[in-house]
């Protein structure tokens, strides 16, 4: 198993990457000196394939586990889930010492984390995410959550896990589309801050997308670090933090006028990258090579670069932009890039031109 710290100080916890880890759940959170009952929250997809495993690994380690399992999709990250997860730990009389064990994708992640943040004002929590989003991304760094009908990730804390497990293994199960939406985050890092990063998964590619074990674990263990450093540094996103939202204004302004149906959250902000690209080459100088790589690393991994909007559309894409929790007194910020494997947060972008780049994306 890889290892990748988070390091928070008193709050500092590791994220192991390898094979077979869900069968050493149970150790792993034995070593974390964790209290004795335990739940298991998992989602209607993921709690028939991987439930059963985790249970009996934390049986085995002398817990008492017992499963909540919570619809699958996004419609799961709501205060109704909250609802039915709190009233289960009570009815199982889950205590201060006692855990969370956060089992699928970045729903669960989020729901879980959020359920462990404010349950007995605050129990442990472990992540176990099993998509390559999940692995790469929204497990680590204890930003946790749920959806209003205003707006996504409205309510929610900074909340740390103790331990994050990415087993490589259950990305295996995982429905192709869901796959290459988490490549988009992947991406995302290599053009934020690691242009070795970038030019490897240009060559590795093919590789990646067939899943191929040796590769996965080098990608995610390095995605993982990237994310605990930048982290590390800014834990609450004063700053730093926000090149992560790379790609994002836009992408998250896209899910919400489609009503969170027809763009996977990677896939929108695969869009959103593309656009961002551009519109770094109008402010910021970044090469004109470098957009085309950018563009064309998407397209090869099956993900959209573009969107047609109609004006009604597009008038609506930018209210939803006004919503996002990264506008300041009204101004649209992005995160731009200079170069490939490095950015620069805070830029203010005038409307029109982010209107022009998206006109300009039109597939057609
Ligand atoms: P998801 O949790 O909905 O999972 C995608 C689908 O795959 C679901 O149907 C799920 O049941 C299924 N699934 C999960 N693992 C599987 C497996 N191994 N085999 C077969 N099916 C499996 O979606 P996601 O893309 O993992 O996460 C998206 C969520 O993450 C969004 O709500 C987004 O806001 C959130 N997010 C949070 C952060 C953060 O920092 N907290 C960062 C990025 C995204
Ligand atoms: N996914 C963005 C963040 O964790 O800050």
Do not use: W
């Not at 259950?170 to 991406?187: D, M, N």
């Not at 992560?244 to 489609?258: D, M, Q, R």
């Amino acid at each position: 198993m890889q290892s990748v710290k988070v390091p928070l100080g008193n709050r500092s916890y590791r994220i192991g990457i390898g094979r077979r880890l869900l069968d050493r759940v149970g150790a792993e959170c034995a070593a974390l000196q964790l209290g004795h009952r335990c739940a298991v929250i998992s989602d209607r997809h993921v709690a028939p394939r991987f439930g059963k495993a985790a249970l009996r690994a934390l049986t085995r380690a002398g817990f008492e586990p017992f499963l909540i399992t919570v619809p699958a999709g996004e419609t799961a990250k709501s205060l109704k889930s909250v609802q039915s997860c709190y009233d289960q730990l009570a009815a199982h009389r889950l205590e201060r010492k006692s855990f969370i064990v956060a089992l699928g994708g970045g729903v669960v992640g989020d729901l879980a984390g959020f359920v462990a943040a404010t349950y007995l004002r605050g129990i442990a929590f472990v992540q176990v995410p099993t998509t390559l989003l999940a692995q790469v991304d929204s497990s680590v760094g204890g930003k946790v959550g749920v959806n209003l009908k205003a707006g996504k990730n409205l309510v929610g804390a900074f909340y740390q896990p103790r331990l994050v497990l990415c087993d490589l293994d259950t990305l295996r199960t995982l429905p192709e589309r869901e796959f290459r939406a988490g490549l988009a985050e992947v991406i995302k890092y290599g053009i934020i801050f690691d242009a070795a990063l970038f030019n490897r998964l240009e060559r590795d590619l093919h590789r990646l997308l067939k899943r191929n074990p040796e590769t996965l674990a080098h990608i995610v263990a390095r995605c993982c670090e990237i994310k605990a450093e930048v982290v590390g540094q800014d834990e609450t996103e004063s700053g730093l933090r926000a090149i992560l939202n790379f790609g994002h204004t836009i992408g998250h302004a896209l899910e919400a006028i489609s009503g969170y149906g027809k763009y996977l959250h990677g896939e929108a902000i695969s869009i959103g990258q593309v656009a961002a690209a551009q519109l770094s080459a109008a402010l910021l100088g970044l090469p004109k090579s470098d957009v085309e790589r950018i563009t064309a690393i998407f397209q090869r991994a099956g993900l959209p670069t573009g969107v047609h909007l109609q004006p009604a559309q597009m008038k609506r894409l930018f209210a939803a932009m006004q919503l996002d929790k990264k506008v300041s007194a009204g101004e649209l910020k992005f995160v731009l890039a200079k170069r490939i494997g490095q950015v620069e947060f805070g830029h203010r972008v005038p409307k029109d031109l982010v209107a022009a780049t998206i006109r300009m994306s039109s597939p057609g």
